[in-house]
């Protein structure tokens, strides 16, 4: 008898989003779930995006977009208006945390005294 060498079988099977079943997301997504999840939509969002929105970063125009934020920016952070806008903005939202605060404990307990004046003055 002869020894055959052993026979190794290596393929691959290579798929395009056509050929692969609209709810391969059964084996690994819970029972109902899976319908919400076909592999086809989610196949026709990566098509749309790699043909549409990606592409847009290579093009003239969108890079001079890209070119006049990054200017504004940097004129905004180099004269300090960044700085300005964020103690403005800051200062607002501390307020506007106080009185929200205050009026949940308001429910509570009704202030009294000078303080609670003052507060419900404003």
């Known amino acids: 008898m002869i020894n055959k060498p052993p026979f190794i079988n290596c393929h ?20 109902p779930f899976y319908f919400f999840f076909p592999l086809s ?4 969002l990566f098509r749309f ?7 847009w970063q290579f093009q003239p125009w969108y890079k001079k977009i890209i ?14 208006f960044n700085r300005l806008i964020s103690t403005i903005l800051g200062l607002f939202l ?13 429910i509570v307990s009704k202030p009294t005294g000078g303080f609670g004046k003052m507060a419900n003055y404003f």
């Not at 691959?12 to 029972?31: E, N, R």
């Not at 501390?94 to 308001?106: A, P």
């Open 67 to 80: 070119e006049c934020v990054y200017k504004i920016k940097m004129l905004g952070s180099r004269t300090g």
């Open 94 to 106: 501390t307020i506007h945390v106080f009185y929200i605060l205050y009026d949940w404990i308001s």
């Open 12 to 31: 691959t099977h290579i798929f395009t989003g056509d050929h692969v079943p609209s709810y391969l997301a059964k084996t690994f997504v819970p029972s």
């Open 49 to 55: 995006w790699y043909n549409n929105p990606y592409r």
């Open 41 to 44: 939509l989610i196949v026709k």
